[in-house]
């Protein structure tokens, strides 16, 4: 999925214009989905009700497609749609291995759509130096707080960024 996105990006962006107004608009809206998502899961609502029951593992695979295209098209993080879903759908999974698994498949899943990127050409290194040396300091007392600061608030302030920045690129 990832490499499709970035394919698809590829080509809008070598269209102009009007694809990069397409491709803002549709960043805009994955922004939205990701922070309604967030917010379902800081409510703490569910779509499935059947505690015993999860998705099986074609649904698990189609719903990895679609997060796939997401990341590679639009560069949203994938645990933000991620974690969403395993709240929404997956009941039996433990909130330490849902983490686990988030964690795991983002860097997976990002490490596959920068090769598809950075085989393109859509890499900037010394931006991407920039900001690693700002983000992985941040990483760490993210991590921090992360453990000190009450969840639900947390999550209604990232849902919140999300959605004023979707709206923002519509």
């Known amino acids: ?3 499709i996105g970035a394919q698809l ?31 379902i899961r800081a409510i703490g609502w569910s779509w499935n009700t059947a505690s015993q029951t999860d998705p099986g593992p074609i649904t698990t695979a189609i719903l990895g497609f679609v997060v ?65 040396t700002g983000s992985l300091p941040g990483v760490v007392l993210g991590g921090w707080l992360c453990h000190r600061l009450p969840s639900r608030p947390l999550r209604v302030g990232v849902a919140a960024m999300l959605a004023i920045t979707g709206v923002r690129l519509l």
């Open 9 to 39: 990006m590829s080509r809008f962006a070598a269209n102009g214009t009007a694809s990069d107004t397409l491709l803002t608009h549709v960043l805009g809206i994955a922004l939205l989905v990701a922070s309604g998502a967030s917010l």
């Open 1 to 3: 999925g990832a490499v």
């Open 68 to 132: 796939g295209v997401l990341v590679g098209f639009t560069s949203i993080g994938a645990g933000s749609l991620l974690m969403a879903v395993f709240a929404l759908l997956y009941k039996k999974l433990a909130p330490a291995t849902a983490v686990g698994v988030d964690v795991m498949h983002g860097a997976i899943l990002a490490t596959v759509a920068a090769i598809a990127h950075g085989s393109a050409g859509h890499v900037e290194l010394s931006m991407l130096f920039s900001l690693l």
